[in-house]
């Protein structure tokens, strides 16, 4: 299994997924020509993929969805809030054959190609968001972005996975003294809002095992964060508990990452 991001934060979120036979696109937060570009850019024709999964309905995630499912005949896996409060039926209408909708369902995992997919419930402010985990002969894959807190079921799912993607939105410090008004930071800050650097960052200790390798950080606040700040975090975090850090690799908005090896 292989996973390119490309592209995270808050104008966009996509991330490519190639295992078992099959190709998977992991939120469409980018405009259905942009996430062409994109996917071909890592060498993926979009025609090619097997499924698109999305998390939740926020704009940063959905962007392009519909249309990329209808004029590439993917089908969209999300849960059915989600499908319904993304407008998701009107935007690429049943009936065409060019896209279906997959409903998804926390502990229900499904399989596409030699993948096995699980989502996980994940405390947001929208109606139902979810996070993935994606699986493939042996090795894990575990994706959270947009959280507010970590509770059990979002720390069972990220355990002892081989590459993780988590977000690491933005620096406590920046956001509070940020241009940001206080409604957003209040929102950003909330029980359903995003995770700061250092929670993150102990997060990512308390789910790494030896197995875990190497950590993406996504969803970088480019208001509230930097990347040597959320690497600092993490790396510090890890040091003080006396740990070796996996490798880890923030995720840029412009460009897409290189493959990462799973
Ligand atoms: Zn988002
Ligand atoms: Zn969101």
New binding site residues.
Partial sequence: MRVAVLGSGSAGNATCIEGGGARLLLDAGFSCRELAARLRAVGVEPHRLDGVLVT?E?A??VRGAALFSKTYRVPLHCTAATFRAAGLARAAPNGHGAHAHLSVEPGAPFAVGGMTVAAFPVP?D?VE?VGYTVSCAGKNFGYAT?LGHDPEPVRRALRDCDLLMLESNHDLDMLREGPYPQVVKQRVLGRHGHLDNETAAALLCDVATERTRRVILAHLSRTNNRPDLALGAARREFERRGRRAPDLHPAGQAAPSPWFEV
């Fill in positions: 939740h926020h940063d995630h947001h929208a968001t947009d």
